[in-house]
């Protein structure tokens, strides 16, 4: 049983709508930010930013809590500064399952933090590594997933504008 569910109904859900997600922009005192090569599909063996799926009838606080504390081991006492960065839009062309015929659309609702100086990364099984970038070396590297890459971009598509 994966994430609450067990793998059936899991899939039916991706297969079938959209999943909400927050995507946590971690930056140190360098302004650097952290990225983790993800080991699981979407976007498996990119690198991108921490992030995860707010489960059903879960409280928005109690997610974020969740899901910093599961990605990065980090709790908000570890962070200096949250702000809401905004809605983006993910589309990928595959999934969590190993099939072709299934993509996955998240609705992604993307959070700045600031990092205190000497606060340590414990990462999930869901990435095999990570490290602290700087923005201009995350948007022109080949291994930083577009989706990463357009928190740092203006006037990018899969944003909400108003």
Same mark, same amino acid.
Request: with cysteine.
């Given at each position: 049983?994966?994430?609450?569910?067990?793998?059936?109904?899991?899939?039916?859900?991706?297969?079938?709508?959209?999943?909400?997600?927050?995507?946590?922009?971690?930056?140190?005192? $360098?302004?650097?930010?952290?990225?983790?090569?993800?080991?699981?599909?979407?976007? $498996?063996?990119?690198?991108?930013?921490?992030?995860?799926?707010?489960?059903?009838?879960?409280?928005?606080?109690?997610?974020?809590?969740? %899901?910093?504390?599961?990605?990065?081991?980090?709790?908000?006492?570890? #962070?200096?500064?949250?702000?809401?960065?905004? #809605?983006?839009?993910? %589309?990928?062309?595959?999934?969590?399952? $190993?099939?072709?015929?299934?993509?996955?659309?998240?609705?992604?609702?993307?959070?700045?933090?600031?990092?205190? @100086?000497?606060?340590?990364?414990? #990462?999930?099984?869901?990435?095999?590594?990570? @490290?602290?970038?700087?923005?201009?070396?995350?948007?022109?590297?080949?291994?930083?997933?577009?989706?990463? @890459?357009?928190?740092?971009?203006?006037?990018?598509?899969?944003?909400?504008?108003?």
């Amino acid at each position: 049983i994966e994430w609450g569910l067990n793998n059936r109904d899991f899939r039916r859900g991706v297969e079938n709508t959209n999943l909400f997600a927050f995507d946590l922009i971690i930056k140190n005192f $360098k302004e650097q930010v952290l990225i983790a090569k993800r080991n699981n599909a979407p976007a $498996k063996d990119y690198w991108f930013v921490p992030g995860g799926r707010v489960y059903k009838n879960e409280n928005l606080n109690d997610a974020f809590d969740r %899901i910093l504390k599961e990605e990065t081991g980090l709790v908000r006492g570890d #962070l200096i500064d949250i702000n809401e960065k905004g #809605l983006y839009n993910h %589309i990928y062309e595959d999934s969590f399952f $190993k099939s072709n015929d299934i993509n996955t659309h998240y609705i992604v609702y993307s959070i700045e933090c600031a990092l205190y @100086k000497g606060v340590d990364i414990v #990462l999930d099984r869901q990435h095999s590594q990570y @490290k602290f970038i700087e923005v201009n070396d995350l948007i022109l590297s080949n291994n930083v997933h577009v989706y990463t @890459k357009n928190y740092f971009i203006d006037k990018v598509d899969n944003t909400l504008s108003l």
